[in-house]
């Protein structure tokens, strides 16, 4: 079992960096697998329609075929609270829900069991620093609007606080690269590892 593992999609080829993964083996050969995703307040539609665009690209099978001889694949969100007409959603989708209590403690995430060291491991051999980023689509972080920036970290779980904060940082000390910012925001892994990833799909980016 991983946390926080970044899988490429099938289809589109972009990154999706999942809360959990996991794949059950037999004799070495992949038959199943488990996707998760947690969230540390209340499931919104929102949640449902990206996590479900990831499962779509990452081919989730929750109804192998008799020839496969397989079982089905999982996949689940963890959360605070969910409504109820969005946890009949999920049971349409083979989405199970699981109710966890708030995480409080800042440098935790959603799941109990996430280290630093983990996403470490993910992140390790990824370049934290893409200062001249050639995509014309990038949100520079250093000089993008509020309405930008909210658009460009989204599903990061980073809050428009934090998004204001930024704002009144960047006048005296633009960013250098994401260990900059990480660091003068005081991110947890977990968002670091999201931002990674939008950082190589060049959705981000630090030019001055």
Known sequence: METTKVIPGKKTGKNHALDCYVELLHNNRRI????GEAKNYKLIVEHLDDFSFWLDDLEFNPYPSASENAPPDLAFMIAPSCPERLKRKLELQNIEFI???KVIDKISTSLPNLTSSTL???IETKSTSSPHSTSSTAVNINTANEAKLIIAFKRTGVKKKTIQKLLNNRKSHPYKDLNHLVSDLKFSDNV???LQIKL???EISFSD
């Not at 199943?32 to 996707?35: G, S, V």
């Open 32 to 35: 199943a697998r488990a996707f």
């Open 99 to 101: 109710q966890a209590d």
């Open 120 to 122: 470490e491991k993910i």
């Open 192 to 194: 670091k590892a999201k």
């Open 200 to 202: 190589d799909n060049e």
